[in-house]
């Protein structure tokens, strides 16, 4: 018989865990490549990115709240519109945010130690795999405690390039400075950053009261996202002017060298590296139990959805995720898996808007025109991404239905 996971978490530990992911994978990682698709215009794809965010953020809460099980989309898209379309969101999740763990472990080892990038990724991998293993709630104090890190580092940040002395409304200018293709584009990458609120409805069966704590710790988690990526993003932009930020490998500590406050870039160096690694955790934490949900329905081997029977976590499902972001992290070079993450994260939210369409109004339904605008908001950033993530996410995806069919004949 299987074990059931234990309902831990509260609202702030669930809040905590999606602050952890959206504000590492974004204000250090996506803010460069946003600048060099629209310049000063990622602010019009940063405001995209967080409509598009809310909506599939209002359909997941509607759907969780009802479905408060492991999984995620999985378990949505399976419920509301069969087999295939759960198995597929599933896979475009598990596929993809392994990908954005190695790609998280390479950005803290850039930070913390470039000149060692590979053997600090791994060594970060093994260590929060062994974090997660001894049990969700020492994973979501660890991750509180880097959320204040990084929000105090991020108001530093606010501080510096605002008062630093070269914040100018010139740099905002020509606004915005490229067409709709660039700002839709720059949005398609910021909205990988928004994503961290799925961390909390794969934690459905871990949460105490998740009919009341899962909606409310995706909309605050949410709404503080958007204000710090708002005050962010614009100060930087400010204090450097987007094609410095384009070109900087470290965004933040650009601006904040910029001007006279110059000395708070080793301070940003660390905020970044601590960033990324809380998004890792709450990760690794997310992508374990969406492999445990596809191991309950036999579409990944039976042994992954074992549960420990004294620390209620998936155990191999937390030590193959591990090994395999292990892999990547020593064999791959993973900058352009950001494009290729995003574009599964777009088709995850997509199949979980379609599903919250099909709610009724007994099963408290959003209203009608929200997930229809989260539908084609995801469908139109995945095909501004840049072209080789689209074809390979949908080399990805067509692998997929492969598998799917292979699992099913085989039943």
Known sequence: MTASLRRRLGVGDAVVVGLGSMLGAGVFAALAPAARAAGPGLLLGLAIAAVVAYCNATSSARLA????????????GRRRLGPFWGYLAGW?????????????ALTF????????????????????????????????????????LVLLVL??????????????PARLSPFPGSGVHGVLQAGGLLFFAFAGYARIATLGEEVREPARTIPRAITVALAITVVVYAAVA?????????PALAGSTAPLRTAVEAGSLHW???????????????????????????TLALARDRYLPSALADVHPRLGVPQHAEVAVGVMVLVLVLTTDLRSAIGFSSFGVLVYYGIANASAFTLTAAERRP??????????????????????????????LALGCVAYLATRRGS
């Open 234 to 242: 614009l100060a930087a932009l400010l204090a450097a002017g987007a």
């Open 155 to 168: 108001a530093a940040v606010v501080v510096a390039c605002l008062a630093g002395g070269t914040a100018s």
């Open 264 to 290: 708070l870039g080793p301070a940003v160096q660390v905020g970044g590296a601590l960033a990324s690694l809380g998004s890792l955790l709450a990760l690794l934490l997310g992508v374990s139990r969406t």
């Open 109 to 148: 080892a850039s930070y913390a130690a470039p000149s060692h990038l590979r053997l600090v990724g791994a060594v970060a991998v093994v260590a929060l795999t062994a974090l997660t293993l001894r049990g969700v709630q020492k994973s979501a104090w660890a991750t509180r405690v880097i959320v204040s």
């Open 92 to 104: 475009s999740f598990v596929v993809g945010k392994t990908a954005s763990c190695a790609a998280m």
């Open 65 to 76: 709240a009802l479905y408060p099980e492991s999984g995620g989309t999985y378990v949505y």
């Open 367 to 396: 209203p009608r025109w929200l997930p229809v605008l989260g539908l084609l908001g995801c469908a139109i950033l995945a095909v501004s991404l840049p072209a080789v993530s689209v074809l390979s996410g949908v080399a990805v």
